[in-house]
């Protein structure tokens, strides 16, 4: 249990990363209680300085001799290794651990939190450690809560349409050279991805198991049961790199336990916190990921029926990867456990 301060200590582990940069904006614009900050990268950016709340922080080079007395909070998201290795140590040390990474999602004793959905999990947390889900499983179960409550949900189909900032900072300057590039009628190289991801979209996020699955449609399927606390719930699926630096999209099908109109399933989104439902195909309203940019929302639209199975409702979603899909998330995480 942490105690109650005015201001608390708080480390950002890959705070110069696509999904760091966002945390500091996020903790300035949501004036989160700071007494003080600590920002890790790698040996590259040692001495950078980021600003946070008026003051300037500067960036430590992350090594295994980093002290971290006085942290309260430790928000990671750099690689699986740093998360195993400072996400267990850190939070045996009494540092409440935000993690990013899917090291410790599916264990037991480490709660996996979208603080709308299931903010009763940060009661318990034996490890110091609370995970987030990955950044498509958010927007999902922020769509799927208020159904399950209200009719129940029996199976989901779900297909992702996800950019390049999911990849971190090095594929969105990827997409940007190859874009130029091309534009440019010059050569370009993939490097961060296996082929070029400009002007072409890969179905293939993390790696294939001996199914055929990635592994981000694993990790989508587990994390999605574990949050709604489902464990029986049949989800499927198939998650696609976009060429869109920003926001991932989704387009969800749901059978659903009961009947529910569009018109009543999207009052009951309309009512989720966290949530703006946008949808008016008369005036072609709908979201995309240029209007999410920037907006701490899940946007949902395109509600309409599905005839082709029983009780079955289409949805389209569009959020902010780094931020409700990561950095936000996190914050809050924070701020529910400084409430306490
Ligand atoms: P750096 O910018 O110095 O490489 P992204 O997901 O956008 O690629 O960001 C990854 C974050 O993790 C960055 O802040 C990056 O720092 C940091 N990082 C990556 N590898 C290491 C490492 N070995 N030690 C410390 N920080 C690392």
């Avoid at 958010?138 to 129940?152: C, H, I, N, S, Y």
């Avoid at 190289?189 to 293939?204: M, R, S, T």
């Avoid at 009951?268 to 709908?286: C, E, F, N, T």
Wanted: aromatic share 6%; glycine share 8%; net charge neutral.
């Amino acid at each position: 249990m942490l105690k109650k301060k005015s201001g608390y200590v708080v480390a950002i582990l890959g705070a110069t990363g696509a999904v760091g940069k966002e945390t500091l904006e996020i903790l300035e614009g949501r004036r989160f209680p700071l007494a003080s900050l600590r920002l890790f990268a790698s040996k590259r950016s040692a001495g950078e300085v980021m600003s946070c709340q008026g003051k300037e922080w500067k960036v430590e080079e992350l090594t295994t001799e980093s002290s971290f007395t006085g942290v309260d909070f430790a928000f990671i998201s750099a690689t699986d290794a740093i998360s195993r290795e400072y996400g267990q140590r850190l939070g045996a040390a009494g540092v409440v651990v935000i993690d990013d990474s899917g090291v410790f999602r599916m264990e037991a004793d480490v709660p996996l939190v979208v603080p709308e959905v299931n903010a009763h999990a940060l009661t318990a947390m034996p490890r110091g450690i609370v995970s987030i889900p990955n950044c498509t499983t958010t927007p999902l179960v922020m769509a799927l809560k208020p159904l399950q409550d209200a009719v129940g949900v029996k199976r989901v189909v779900v297909t992702t349409f996800q950019s390049v900032s999911g990849t971190g900072a090095a594929a969105m300057d990827e997409l940007m050279t190859q874009t130029k590039d091309l534009m440019s009628f010059r050569d370009t190289k993939a490097n961060v991805y296996p082929y070029q991801i400009a002007f072409n979209l890969l179905p293939h996020i993390g790696s294939f198991n001996d199914g055929g699955d990635c592994s981000e449609e694993v990790k989508i399927a587990r994390e999605t049961r574990k949050i709604l606390e489902t464990p029986a719930l049949r989800v499927t699926a198939t998650t696609v790199r976009v060429p869109v630096l920003r926001c991932h999209s989704e387009a969800i099908n749901v059978e659903l336990g009961r009947p529910l109109k569009p018109n009543e399933a999207r009052a009951l989104l309309a009512a989720m916190p966290g949530v703006i439902v946008y949808d008016d195909p008369a005036k072609k309203l709908y979201p995309m990921p240029l209007d999410a940019t920037g907006k701490d929302e899940v946007y949902i639209g395109r509600v309409r029926e599905d005839e082709s199975i029983t009780n079955g409702l289409n949805l389209w979603v569009v959020s902010d990867n780094l931020r409700k899909g990561a950095a936000l998330n996190a914050v809050q995480i924070a701020e529910y456990v400084v409430r306490g």
